[in-house]
């Protein structure tokens, strides 16, 4: 079954860029925000949508200063 879905920040519609990167595997609909900073803290909402209705599912997202290293 074909789902167009739609992920927003703060009510206002996200776009894939170099900074979100969006995906949707199997029923999985995924968003990933790239080296997040204090300016992506909010309200994170997805919708999917097909012809037998809609569903949606938000999130608030907080991000906290720190020191990272990788392995």
Do not use: W
Not at 6 to 22: A, I, V
Not at 35 to 41: F, T, V, Y
């Amino acid at each position: 079954m074909i789902f167009v879905v739609n992920r927003f920040k703060n009510g206002k519609e996200l776009k894939p860029n170099k900074r979100y990167k969006m995906s949707y595997e199997g029923d999985v609909a995924s968003l990933t925000v790239v080296a997040a900073e204090e300016s992506d803290q909010g309200s994170y909402l997805c919708k999917a949508s097909n012809k037998l209705g809609t569903v949606d599912t938000e999130c608030t997202l907080t991000v906290q200063g720190g020191t990272f290293s990788h392995c």
